[in-house]
Nanobody, 122 residues
């Protein structure tokens, strides 16, 4: 079992930045792939980014590549999502998730946080 708690959401103007954090606890977190997903009103939850336990490989959804950076600190059992050049379409609830595979598919993430709201608006 892995418990995940997100923080760092908020309101920001277009072009601004936010850094989301996710504190993980439970089983050996360093052996899990950690990811970020988001869900906007009326939309399905979608993959944003992930960092694998295997060599720290990172993966991004195409619309955030170059603007968002995912990172992890295994010593602190933390995963971060640095979001730059934010756009109104980035507005969503952002969820932290954990999966045991090295390159998991979205449905393979077994553990989820409660989410944190990110609103991008002028």
């Amino acid at each position: 079992q892995v418990q995940l708690v997100e923080s760092g959401g908020g309101f920001v103007q277009p072009g601004g930045s936010l850094r989301l954090s996710c504190a993980a606890s439970g089983r050996t977190v360093s052996t899990y792939t950690l990811g970020w997903f988001r869900q906007a009103p009326g939309n399905e939850r979608e993959f944003v980014a992930a960092v694998s336990w295997r060599k720290g490989a990172t993966y991004y959804e195409h619309s955030v590549r170059g603007r968002f950076t995912i990172s992890r600190d295994n010593a602190k059992d933390m995963v971060y999502l640095q979001m730059n050049s934010l756009k109104p379409e980035d507005t969503a609830v952002y969820y932290c998730a954990a999966a045991s595979g090295a390159i998991p598919l979205s449905h393979e993430y077994a553990f989820w946080g409660q989410g944190t709201q990110v609103t991008v608006s002028s």
